[in-house]
């Protein structure tokens, strides 16, 4: 039997509309908007609602630490940037951080890339001035160009059209490379080949060598290697610009309910989280799991008034708090909230972002973080659902498989002199592929006390 869409339903995705949604661009031609948001709302789903609902499921067993959620990907997806080599190493990054951490910690770990479709940013101001020129903010390629000129910053909606193309062509990768056995972890030695020999380098390939010796093991044991062949791999990004996630909603004809059908995973930002804004009304109104940032201003009633909104039926797995309070501040601030809504009961899984309450400005002018503050707030977070008894769930990571020189510190000790090598970013720094293992190896130990 295939469910119809329930009138009601179908209003209701469109509310969002008179709640005056902040964060969104200003397009110049609203009758080019409405014809693209009507072909992008004819094309696929980029995902299937099925796999949403299985996603919702393991992070549900993340809430109750029998999984750990690793997502990680760039801060600002490009279209230039959206290439096989790209691709290619960000899934080996995270490949090889959840080898480490499967391994050290004994935990399923739950792979997501902020990956193929994370391309509209959030920003303080709405414009950026250089010299005497004002020009609107770059907001992320779906919206507008890099590059600082009138054309290049007006907003551009067939720009929606290039990230679902661009999107597609990401997953479509994605999909061949965990699947058609590239992921095999009968292979995760040869996830390192290609990097730069450091340190974490060479952890990580004994740690390949001790899983090839048990494979060699399990296989002289007659044991059938089927399941380590393919990896599940989810999709995610920041729910921000909702002239792309409305046409890329969709009924599911198995149970006539509205997925987010642009990712299997949706976050709704720190700016964006307004109890009564466009956003939270907005993904109230579909099934995927949701990520929800919580920043250093978020009160334990905040925390509950937001579940009342978008879990009024405690579903276990459909809200994941993203913290991202700070390093000298988790410790003071982040009690308060995970008392309350653990008292509270309602179930949530609890994800530390080490990045976003840790930017600072380099004496050189880089915007930037220190390595060292990212492994503090991830430290803290740990010891904070330690003292609680409750359960530090997962890791939300800006990174990228390349060895860029956008974050202080790490072994390989980045200077600011250092940022200049390589920094490449378009809007936050992202952690190395050294850094990125290295991050691993310090959660394993982590995970280990906890
Ligand atoms: O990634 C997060 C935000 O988009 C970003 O930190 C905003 O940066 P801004 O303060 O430079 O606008
Ligand atoms: C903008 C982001 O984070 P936050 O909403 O936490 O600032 C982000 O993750 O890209």
């Known amino acids: 039997m295939s469910f119809e869409a329930d009138p009601e ?25 409405e ?51 790209n691709i290619r190493n960000k899934i080996k990054t995270i ?16 792979k997501m890339g902020r990956m193929a479709g994370q391309y509209a940013k959030p920003r303080s101001s709405d414009t950026e001035t250089r010299g005497d020129v004002t020009l609107p903010a770059f907001r992320g390629d779906i919206i507008n160009g890099f590059d600082f000129t009138p054309e290049a910053r007006q907003p551009d909606p067939q720009r929606l059209l290039e990230a679902y193309h661009t999107s597609a062509s990401t997953l479509n990768l994605i999909r061949a490379f965990t ?26 390939d004994e740690i390949a060598s001790e899983i090839d010796r048990a494979i060699r093991f399990m296989a002289a044991c007659g044991a059938d290697f089927d399941a380590l062949r393919t990896v599940e791999f989810f999709s ?46 907005y993904f109230s109104r579909v099934q995927n799991p949701l990520g929800i940032k919580l920043g250093p201003s978020t009160t ?8 009342d909104k978008l879990n009024p039926n405690a579903e276990p797995g459909r809200i994941t708090f993203i913290t991202r309070m700070g390093a000298g501040k988790i410790r003071d601030l982040l009690p308060a909230v995970v008392e309350k809504v653990a008292a509270d009961g309602r179930p949530v899984t609890w994800v ?41 769930g997962g890791l939300h990571i800006e990174l990228t498989g390349d060895d860029v020189t956008e974050v202080l510190g790490g072994s390989e000790e980045i200077d600011d002199a250092g940022l ?16 990125s293992l290295e991050m691993a190896f310090q959660v394993v130990e982590l995970l280990r006390k906890s």
């Open 420 to 435: 200049a090598r390589r920094y490449e970013t378009l809007v936050d720094p992202r952690l190395n592929h050294q850094q």
């Open 179 to 204: 699947t058609g056995g590239f992921a095999s972890l009968l292979r995760a030695h040869e996830w390192n080949r290609g990097f730069m020999a450091n340190p974490a380098y060479s952890r990580y």
């Open 236 to 281: 995610s990004h920041e729910g921000l610009l909702l002239d792309y996630e409305r046409p890329l909603t969709r009924i599911d004809s198995r149970n006539g309910l509205p997925y987010d059908c642009s990712a299997h995973f949706l976050w709704i930002g720190e700016r964006t989280r307004q109890l009564d804004g466009a956003h939270v009304d």
């Open 352 to 392: 530390c972002d080490p990045m976003h309450g840790n930017g600072i400005t380099s004496a050189s002018g880089y915007k930037t973080r220190r390595f060292s503050d990212v492994m503090d707030e991830v430290a803290g977070f740990f010891e904070v659902h330690r003292a609680l008894g409750t359960v530090p």
């Open 95 to 110: 490949l090889q951080m959840a080898v480490v951490l499967t391994y050290g910690a004994s935990l399923p770990v739950i």
């Open 9 to 33: 339903v179908l209003r209701g995705l469109d509310h969002w509309r008179a709640l005056n949604p902040v964060q969104q661009p200003s397009w110049p031609d609203p009758a080019e908007l």
């Open 35 to 85: 014809r693209v948001t009507k072909r992008l709302a004819g094309l696929p789903p980029l995902v299937f609602a099925g796999e949403a609902d299985a996603l919702r499921a393991h992070l549900a067993a993340a809430g109750r630490g029998e999984a750990f959620l690793l997502q990680g990907g760039d801060c600002a997806e490009t279209f230039e940037t959206a290439t096989a080599d």
């Open 300 to 307: 334990g009633d905040d925390a509950l008034a937001l579940i």
